[in-house]
């Protein structure tokens, strides 16, 4: 099931766990990335807090945590190399893992249709 918020973030949800990156859109308006700061595993985070942080050769910009829930794992391969998620925002360059504190919490997040509408 793949998910999406209004702030740019997508999420996979497996099982409970939902792998969280940014979007193509935010990763595309961002420009290239030359720093990637993640959050330590083991850290709980509620809908809408700073969970990571990016730096572009446009700006920094926070990634906010989609839901409430722990983070099970990172990704230290954008952090040893940041370009990895502007060429593969929604696969190799995602940020981290989420285990949910209410997996149904996820039904009030955008389907896919809804974000390309929202990007237009």
Known sequence: MLKFTEEHEWLKIEA????????????EQLGDLVFVELPAVGSTFEKGGDAATVESVKAASDVYCPLDGEIVEVNEAI???PSLVNSDPQGAGWFFKLKLANAADADG???????????G
């Open 16 to 27: 409970g766990i939902a792998t969280v990156g940014i979007t193509t859109h935010a990763a």
């Open 79 to 81: 952090v040893a190399d």
């Open 109 to 119: 997040l955008l389907d896919e249709a809804a974000y390309k509408e929202l990007v």
